[in-house]
């Protein structure tokens, strides 16, 4: 997947949608504290509409939550690189490779969150990010209203590297993976184990309104969505007490359009971390499709739910995700 999206931009700054995003950075109450208010029902959230507000899919990620690492390319640069760590491969943009005159590769099929398209790439002889290099490769070349910056690191650059995203310092480093760092957490860190599937870091106990659901670690994409099976799931599970939900159209890189549902789940939980009214996007993407998930509830979580943390520590040599908390924020005991 080379993806950048950012979907709230196509929201329509809905009444719903400004208040889920005001509530969206609460954590759970730590014991002795009040629970925080119960989400509205929708129809005193949503005003009346001839048709539902588009969501635009690949799209770059707002530059307010844009940290970019140094990469040079056959010893030229530094250029500014996003990490996308739902990425299969790195890619550059149009600029860069015509500046840097790089020849022309085969055309591939890139597959996004909502489609795919045939995509030209460029020889990429040499590419370095910190210690994290490589040699002889045709990388995908997008459009630079696609990314929004040089290019982007997928997952291909980042195998037994840690991705330190520090949204305190708007700082973002790839270092090698040390065991000592994953094995000892500081004390206002909270660290959640993860496996690698398809490459990537998917949360290995992960539950969205009470949902297990497989998780993954989206750092190029500017909201969370989940497919339709994790919303059927949690229809069952809240039908006495539905959550507040809308039905939006997403719109993919291509034109191609399609129904989906921006919900204001109760909770997401991670591990040991638990989150409360968060909102998420639900549809039947193509991502899902590509990866044999849209039968299981699935969810990718993006930069909405990582920027609400001091830091974040995403480690694909030790397979764990570690999140530093801010001031204020209490990790929660969970109840089995």
Same mark, same amino acid.
């Given at each position: 997947?080379?993806?950048?999206? #950012?979907?709230?931009?196509?929201?329509?700054?809905?009444?719903?949608?400004? !208040?889920?995003?005001?509530?969206?950075?609460?954590?759970?109450?730590?014991?002795? !504290? $009040?629970?925080? !208010?119960?989400?509205?029902? &929708?129809?005193?959230?949503?005003? &009346?509409?001839?048709?539902?507000?588009?969501?635009?899919?690949?799209?770059?990620?707002?530059?307010?939550?844009?940290?970019?690492?140094?990469v040079f390319i056959?010893?030229?640069?530094?250029?500014?690189?996003?990490?996308?760590?739902?990425? #299969?491969?790195?890619?550059?943009?149009?600029?860069?490779?015509?500046?840097?005159?790089?020849?022309?590769?085969?055309?591939?099929?890139?597959?996004?969150?909502?489609?795919?398209?045939?995509?030209?790439?460029?020889?990429? &002889?040499?590419?370095?990010?910190?210690?994290?290099?490589?040699?002889?490769?045709?990388?995908?070349?997008?459009?630079?209203?696609?990314?929004?910056?040089?290019?982007?690191?997928?997952?291909?650059?980042?195998?037994? /590297?840690?991705?330190?995203?520090?949204?305190?310092?708007?700082?973002?480093?790839?270092?090698?993976?040390?065991?000592?760092?994953?094995?000892?957490?500081?004390?206002?860190?909270?660290?959640?184990?993860?496996?690698?599937?398809?490459?990537?870091?998917?949360?290995?106990?992960?539950?969205?309104?009470?949902?297990?659901?497989?998780?993954?670690?989206?750092?190029?994409?500017?909201?969370? @969505?989940?497919?339709?099976?994790?919303?059927?799931?949690?229809?069952?599970?809240?039908?006495?007490?539905?959550?507040?939900?809308?039905?939006? /159209?997403l719109i993919g890189?291509?034109?191609?359009?399609?129904?989906?549902?921006?919900?204001?789940?109760?909770?997401?939980?991670?591990?040991?971390?638990?989150?409360?009214?968060?909102?998420?996007?639900? $549809?039947?993407?193509?991502?899902?499709?590509?990866?044999?998930?849209?039968?299981?509830?699935?969810?990718?979580?993006?930069?909405?739910?990582?920027? @609400?943390?001091a830091r974040v520590?995403? #480690?694909?040599?030790?397979?764990?995700?570690?999140?530093?908390?801010?001031?204020?924020?209490?990790?929660?005991?969970?109840?089995?």
């Amino acid at each position: 997947m080379l993806t950048r999206r #950012d979907l709230t931009a196509g929201l329509g700054l809905s009444l719903m949608a400004e !208040q889920a995003w005001a509530r969206s950075a609460t954590p759970a109450p730590s014991p002795g !504290q $009040a629970s925080p !208010q119960a989400p509205a029902t &929708p129809s005193s959230l949503v005003p &009346p509409q001839a048709e539902p507000p588009a969501v635009f899919l690949d799209t770059a990620l707002d530059a307010i939550d844009r940290m970019t690492v140094e990469v040079f390319i056959n010893a030229q640069g530094p250029f500014n690189f996003v990490i996308d760590t739902g990425a #299969d491969r790195s890619a550059l943009s149009t600029t860069l490779a015509e500046r840097l005159g790089l020849e022309r590769g085969p055309d591939v099929m890139l597959h996004g969150v909502g489609g795919s398209a045939l995509t030209p790439t460029a020889k990429v &002889p040499l590419m370095v990010a910190g210690d994290s290099r490589m040699k002889d490769a045709e990388l995908p070349v997008l459009t630079p209203e696609r990314l929004g910056v040089d290019g982007l690191l997928g997952v291909d650059m980042l195998d037994n /590297r840690n991705v330190i995203m520090d949204f305190r310092r708007k700082r973002l480093e790839v270092r090698r993976s040390s065991p000592l760092s994953a094995a000892y957490p500081g004390v206002r860190e909270v660290s959640v184990l993860a496996d690698a599937r398809f490459g990537r870091l998917a949360v290995a106990n992960a539950r969205v309104s009470g949902v297990r659901c497989v998780a993954f670690i989206d750092s190029g994409s500017g909201a969370s @969505m989940g497919n339709m099976a994790l919303a059927q799931a949690i229809k069952l599970r809240v039908r006495r007490k539905p959550e507040p939900a809308m039905a939006v /159209r997403l719109i993919g890189v291509a034109g191609e359009a399609t129904v989906g549902e921006l919900r204001i789940v109760r909770s997401i939980e991670l591990g040991a971390l638990r989150m409360t009214n968060l909102p998420l996007v639900l $549809a039947d993407l193509h991502i899902f499709d590509i990866w044999n998930l849209n039968g299981r509830p699935a969810v990718l979580l993006g930069v909405d739910v990582l920027k @609400m943390f001091a830091r974040v520590e995403l #480690d694909f040599g030790s397979d764990r995700v570690k999140f530093r908390l801010g001031k204020g924020w209490t990790p929660p005991i969970l109840q089995a």
